[in-house]
């Protein structure tokens, strides 16, 4: 599961930064996953190393011009360019009308199949791998926060030891694979859970913008790798935050101290704390680490590599910046 940041402004975009989109790699089956499409969110796709072929789910927040103008325009470049077969998007009340009036409009006819789901908290998708839920956040309309969660997958079966025991393969070996105890034919009991290794813990992702801090928030985040949260104003600046249902670095670092994430990385940054300013982007992640040390700053396409909890201990930093422009 690698996350790629492909827009970490808020409201407009700026020099070095798009407004909101961020990528969900699953390479394990070629498939893209996108939350929120703001403004030339296929751009930066285009400056990436995704493939938009792959596109099959995105998930918008809210309908804010910055999070979602961006759709119609890389729908129609799949249809034309893409070679994507279905695209399933998930989304507030009001977005099905929004696409059926750009299509009316523009004159522009899908070569694919484009369903629109509109959501309510609980759980939206769920297949053999993933469950993908919402939460409604605390916005000027309404917003939904999402967390996906990888299901938890049996650990590595010792097929050289169950052959050292003398069991013969096929349907048993799948038996054992899952922890069954099995009677074999000579009569031995044979305990899968001795034959496996341990439990892989499914990864978990929340994504939480845009929103002040609210419980949603944090019920998505509970016990998340990662947490990807907007924190558009500075703390100085929390006045004008509550005026705007907007967070500061400091409630973005409460609500992962509150979920008990791993991971915060804070996205949707006000131009107002461009360099040279009176506060820059460098006192906003001061603000947030020193609430939640493990927290660091997205910019436009950079990468990151959700480790598996097994892994934490080997590779230390999981980012890959491979470029901000």
């Known amino acids: 599961m690698q996350i790629t940041f492909l827009g970490t402004s808020s409201g407009v975009p700026t020099r070095s930064r798009n407004v909101s989109s961020v990528a969900l790699r699953l390479p394990q089956r070629a498939e893209l996953w996108l939350f929120d499409c703001g403004e030339a969110t296929q751009h930066q796709i285009i400056r990436s190393d995704i493939k938009i072929s792959n596109l ?141 290794g341990p439990v892989e813990i499914g990864r978990k992702l929340a994504y939480c913008t845009d929103t002040i801090y609210c419980d949603g928030a944090v019920k998505l985040a509970e016990d998340a790798d990662v947490l990807i949260h907007e924190a558009t104003f500075a703390h100085q600046d929390a006045e004008m935050a509550f005026q705007r249902l907007h967070s500061t670095t400091t409630m973005a670092a409460q609500t992962a101290l509150a979920a008990g994430v791993r991971q915060l ?48 201990d080997l590779v230390p930093d999981h980012r890959k910046n491979v470029g901000s422009r």
């Open 56 to 196: 099959s789910r995105i998930f918008i927040t809210h309908m804010h011009g910055d999070h979602i103008f961006g759709l119609m325009g890389l729908l129609a470049t799949c249809g034309l360019a893409g070679n994507v077969n279905q695209v399933d998007i998930y989304g507030p009340s009001g977005l099905k009308e929004y696409l059926q009036a750009c299509c009316r409009y523009s004159f522009t006819n899908f070569s694919y199949s484009v369903k629109v789901h509109t959501v309510k908290p609980g759980i939206i998708y769920e297949d053999n791998e993933f469950i993908v839920s919402c939460e409604q956040l605390h916005h000027r309309v309404t917003a939904f926060g999402y967390r996906v969660a990888e299901k938890d997958r049996a650990g590595r079966f010792d097929i050289e030891k169950a052959q050292e025991l003398g069991i013969p393969p096929g349907r048993i070996y799948g038996q054992l694979k899952r922890g069954e105890v099995v009677t074999l034919a000579d009569g031995r009991v044979i305990d899968g859970r001795e034959l496996t």
């Open 265 to 312: 990385i804070m996205t949707h940054f006000s131009p107002r704390y461009a360099p040279g300013n009176p506060i820059e982007l460098k006192d906003l992640l001061k603000e947030a680490q020193a609430i939640f040390p493990n927290t660091c700053m997205a910019s436009d396409l950079m990468n990151y590599e959700i480790p598996r909890r097994r892994d934490l």
